[in-house]
């Protein structure tokens, strides 16, 4: 029996190299740098031009700055994780700009799936 | 049906996890377990082929029966809504794998008998297919093994691939061991070998097109054919049953397996097979109500051997945990599995691809075979 195991064994040498230690899946990008976005006062991401034709506040533009490691959020998406205050001594880069895009308004994502965290095993 | 104890090859870990197998540990002791093997003659393999031939028979004559009857139907626990869809799937046959493995007691002489089947999530499905024929190979190369689980899987796909869209889905949740992930992969690795086009996608990365009302990868691509280790009953219960519903009445996505496999998996079916076949030597008596005497209480739905329990002469004797029984249990009598060795009582997994038995699996655990059991390879003497 000769068996071409390619997606197998890639699949398991992923896991094995992780620790099978896994960060839950995330599409957002995350900040290689210090990173400093703009969002409005909730914190919602906002494209950059806003802080920058804007005095700092004004018109309900704020940057958020992010360390590193962070996730850097859709276009209306929440920023988590950072803050309003620069930290000091911190330089900060924009976000690439990769990651100026909306998410797809017309897609929900996240309707399945949930009953494996609540049963865990999915095998029969 | 003889166990034989064995020396584990040296490196077993490094050779089991060069196939894939990288959740061969387990708390006391690995889940890949080639300290034994099971030795069958020809004609105990014989046996166990026909039950399985003969045990798919029934279950195609209680699917019909359950199809055919709103009554029978509404014992299984599934939402209303979905009836018609079932039933409609079950008269179209869409493409599927139509796999599935019969979990069977059998002692080496007299009768398998049949204590499930599991036939929409099945796993054990890599060690069963791919390591097992790899360790003997190995350690007893001029034996046999009952076992051509991936020729069959492979062979099955290309007889579908002429009905199916050009990209097929494998789609799977995250697990902590990587069983899922690496079960998923293989099933990739198999539909493959057939010539499908394949896209790899987390359950969770789904997502539901409100405008052009279908399912969508990560590309935000329509996906039009899904393989989905993750079962019926818990889609059709969670945020996107709804669009599932509208999606399986506009049936444009063929779902592998179909959506009439949450019939033939759930344990609803036993009691039904019962009654059309009352004293089928491959049957135990099953009931919706607590019998007589002693008997195995299984949840319809349960996984891994979750919530089972034993019961004798009216007091539990043994039970697993979990989160399972909110829809209700079947009562399925006692089976006394042999206890091949100290501890050691075998469930054989006798697995069929679209009707044809084609190979077997070995789990030893204790009285109720759970997710702590051990996988134990097999040869065929003579």
Redesign the interface.
């Given at each position: 029996?000769r068996?071409?195991?390619?997606?197998?064994?890639?699949?398991?040498a992923a896991?094995?190299a992780s620790g099978?230690n896994?960060a839950?899946?995330d599409?957002n990008w995350t900040a290689d740098q210090d990173t400093a976005i703009c969002t409005d006062a909730q914190g919602k991401r906002l494209p950059d031009d806003r802080c920058r034709q804007t005095r700092v506040g004004g018109g309900g533009a704020f940057w958020y700055f992010l360390g590193r490691g962070r996730a850097i959020p859709f276009y209306g998406e929440r920023a988590t994780g950072g803050s309003f205050r620069p930290a000091g001594g911190t330089r900060y880069f924009t976000a690439p700009s990769g990651s100026a895009m909306t998410r797809?308004a017309?897609?929900?994502?996240?309707?399945?799936?949930?009953?494996?965290s609540?049963?865990?095993?999915?095998?029969? | 049906m003889i166990r034989q104890t064995l020396t584990p090859r040296p490196d077993w870990q490094a050779q089991v996890e060069a196939l894939g197998l990288i959740w061969h540990a387990g708390d006391e002791r690995p889940y890949w377990d080639e300290s034994a093997c099971y030795r069958f003659t020809r004609a105990q393999i014989d046996t166990i082929e026909s039950a399985t031939t003969e045990l798919y028979r029934l279950f195609l004559a209680a699917g019909e029966a359950v199809v055919s009857d709103p009554a029978l139907l509404a014992r299984f626990a599934i939402p209303p809504a979905f009836h018609d869809p079932i039933r409609e799937a079950w008269e179209a046959e869409p493409p599927s794998l139509n796999f599935g493995r019969f979990d069977l007691g059998y002692d080496g002489s007299g009768a398998p008998k049949l204590f499930e089947f599991n036939c929409d999530t099945p796993t054990s499905l890599l060690e069963a297919a791919v390591v097992q024929w790899a360790w003997k190979d190995a350690c007893f190369p001029a034996l046999d093994q009952f076992n051509s689980l991936h020729e069959a899987l492979v062979a099955r796909w290309a007889e579908i691939a002429p009905h199916l869209p050009s990209t097929l889905h494998i789609a799977h949740v995250e697990d902590v061991a990587g069983e899922d992930a690496v079960t998923a992969a293989y099933v990739r690795d198999t539909a493959e070998a057939a010539g499908i086009t394949t896209v790899p996608i987390l359950m969770e990365r789904i997502g539901w097109h409100h405008e052009a009302h279908c399912f969508v990868d990560d590309a935000d691509m329509r996906i039009e054919a899904m393989f989905k280790l993750y079962p019926w009953e818990w889609l059709v219960q969670e945020e996107f049953a709804v669009p599932l519903l509208y999606n399986l009445e506009r049936g444009d996505l063929i779902w592998i397996e179909p959506i009439w496999k949450m019939i033939w998996s759930n344990k609803a079916i036993l009691p039904i097979l019962w009654d059309l076949f009352p004293g089928h030597p491959n049957l135990l008596p099953a009931s919706y109500t607590i019998p007589d005497g002693d008997a195995v209480a299984k949840p319809l739905l349960s996984r891994e051997g979750a919530n089972v329990s034993i019961r004798k002469s009216g007091s539990i004797l043994a039970e697993t945990p979990g989160h399972y029984g909110e829809e209700g249990y079947i009562y399925q009598s006692l089976y006394r599995l042999p206890e091949a060795a100290p501890g050691c009582f075998p469930v054989l997994g006798s697995w069929v691809v679209d009707g044809a038995a084609v190979g077997m699996g070995i789990r030893e655990d204790g009285l109720i075979t759970s997710n702590t059991a051990r996988f134990v390879p097999h040869v065929i003497d003579g």
């Open positions: 029996m068996i071409n195991l390619k997606w197998t064994t890639a699949m398991a896991l094995l099978c896994r839950k899946a599409d797809s017309a897609i929900s994502r996240g309707g399945f799936g949930a009953s494996a609540r049963f865990g095993s999915v095998h029969a | -």
